[in-house]
């Protein structure tokens, strides 16, 4: 029993980050292939994911009015991540 824990544990683990990589990945190649409001609506829920998981130390923001390759330079910026 003493070695089922640790790898119980281990299978939890990869589990979440494998949902996790699947949430994110989804994300991007859904903004990837998007532009103008569409675009902006994924960055937007990309940062708020990012937030609810607390990757970020607080919601990542754009601002009304930002021209695309700004979203797009943010947006890609924080996928690297």
């Known amino acids: 029993m003493t070695h089922t824990r640790p790898l119980l544990i281990h299978i939890f683990l990869l589990l979440a980050v494998s949902a996790y990589s699947q949430n994110v990945d989804s994300l991007i190649t859904a903004f990837d292939h998007q532009r103008g409001k569409a675009a902006v609506g994924t960055a937007e829920r990309f940062f708020d994911f990012l937030a609810d998981e607390d990757f970020s130390d607080g919601r990542i923001m ?18 690297a991540e």
Request: charged share 10%.
């Open 62 to 79: 754009i601002h009304p009015g930002s021209g695309a390759d700004s979203v797009r330079a943010l947006t890609w910026y924080w996928a």
